[in-house]
């Protein structure tokens, strides 16, 4: 599906961070209605009786589309967007993606290992998200949605060569990787990621 999208959904990582998305909102000049999701139980967004894992996240996601949506990820939420965009073809008219998994197996890529230290400087988050494997490899070519993939070159978590197997797998995927840009480089490189979006976002 193509065309211009009638709503922006920005979806934040683990973190949670509503806010997470702002600087490069703010720099967006896409006309569209735009709407910041968050994960109950993670970062500022409260605990929700019934939400335990991640198909109750995947519910929280499709409520919004309700019309035609782009989808703007970082990390976690970028798997959450691509199997959105699986469940409802008809609705989500373009996927940005930036420094996420895509439902991977991210060792085989050189990934570092966050679970390691879930325990410690995880704690906060739900017990469930660190058994959490979701795996779309046999899917991805299935995703309808023109896709904007944004990597950094310093990003031990999600490396560029995870954007690049994205890239081959999704049937239109463009990758654009940005120096010196880490886990976060949705945040910290907004003002160098906006047009980029806006490009994408904008029928020919």
Do not use: Y
Not at 16 to 21: C, I, K, P, Y
Not at 70 to 88: D, K, Y
Not at 114 to 136: K, N, Q
Not at 146 to 165: I, K, N, Q, Y
């Amino acid at each position: 599906m193509s065309g211009r999208p009638d709503r922006l959904l920005f979806l934040p990582g683990a973190s949670g961070d509503t806010s997470f998305w702002h600087p490069l909102e703010q720099r967006l000049a896409c006309p569209a209605e735009r709407l910041h999701l968050g994960w109950p139980g993670f970062g500022d967004t409260p605990p929700r009786p019934g939400v335990k894992g991640f198909d109750d996240l995947l519910t929280l996601v499709l409520e919004p589309l309700d019309r035609p949506c782009a989808l703007i990820a970082q990390s976690m939420g970028g798997v959450l967007a691509l199997r959105a965009a699986l469940a409802r073809p008809r609705q989500v008219t373009h996927l940005v993606l930036c420094a996420t998994s895509g439902g991977l197996p991210m060792a085989d890529l050189g990934a570092a290992d966050w679970r390691a230290g879930f325990h410690t400087s995880l704690s906060h988050l739900p017990d469930w998200f660190a058994t959490e494997t979701t795996d779309l490899s046999g899917r991805l070519r299935e995703v309808a949605a023109p896709t904007l993939l944004l990597w950094g070159d310093a990003d031990p978590f999600s490396p560029v060569a995870a954007g690049e197997r994205l890239a081959m797998l999704l049937p239109e995927a463009r990758l654009h990787v940005i120096n010196g840009g880490d886990h976060d480089l949705g945040r910290h490189h907004a003002e160098r990621l906006a047009p980029l979006v806006d490009a994408h976002l904008t029928p020919p």
